[in-house]
């Protein structure tokens, strides 16, 4: 298919990322064309995506597409979970799943209503999007629509800028998040390892950040 023209540029899903450095290598030794685009489940309720899909797509140059970026429609205020229970409309339900939020989701999406107000958006899924659009670049969430108001709430998104501070507290308050081995011993090179510092010198080369909606007064 990329050799008739009929693919210009190739994407992969839900696959470890080790297999995509790997399959990018074999493309880049064997003149192939490699993945340029990864699509897998990340969001403020499951961070499992930045251990090692995140770093991997940094050093091969890869845009990110996340999905499940809304938490499978779990985002929602305390007064919106409240107005669905009254009309009976409750909300989606995978295999018997309780469609109301655990005590967990409950704790991010009141600090997820915490930033939305003192960035002055007006819903939460809005600073969700945000966030993962902010971490690192060239991230294009898919997220479906139903209504027009979702559609507004994806595109308010766009004009959200999140301080560092900002990103610190929703990581705070959500679910815990464990590096792994090795990551937990050497670090993500954002802060001197004492086991670096104490075999040389230590000069941080700094990443690529993400593009953010310029800051008005």
Not at 83 to 101: I, L, M
Request: hydrophobic residues 35%; contains cysteine.
């Amino acid at each position: 298919l990329v050799a008739s023209g009929k693919v210009l540029y190739l994407g992969i899903s839900d696959t470890p990322a080790w297999v995509v450095s790997q399959a990018n290598q074999y493309a880049e030794d064997h003149g192939k064309t490699p993945f340029v685009i990864y699509t897998g489940k990340w969001s403020v309720l499951d961070r499992s995506f930045e251990r090692d899909i995140i770093p991997m797509a940094r050093l091969n140059g890869m845009a990110l597409a996340p999905w499940g970026v809304l938490g499978a429609g779990r985002l929602r205020t305390d007064e919106e979970e409240e107005e669905r229970a009254q009309s009976g409309e409750n909300g989606r339900s995978v295999a018997g799943e309780d469609w109301k939020r655990t005590e967990g989701e409950k704790r991010m999406c009141r600090a997820l209503e915490k930033v939305a107000e003192e960035v002055g958006a007006k819903s939460i899924r809005s600073v969700a999007i945000a966030y993962v659009m902010q971490k690192t670049p060239y991230v294009f969430p898919l997220i479906g629509t139903r209504t027009i108001e979702s559609f507004k709430e994806n595109m308010e998104a766009l004009n959200i800028t999140l301080t560092p501070e900002q990103v610190q507290y929703i990581e705070s308050e959500g679910p815990s998040f464990d590096v792994g081995f090795p990551n937990s011993l050497i670090g993500d090179g954002t802060t001197p390892n004492f086991m670096v510092l104490m075999g040389g010198i230590y000069q941080r080369m700094p990443v690529q950040s993400a593009l953010r909606p310029p800051v008005t007064n």
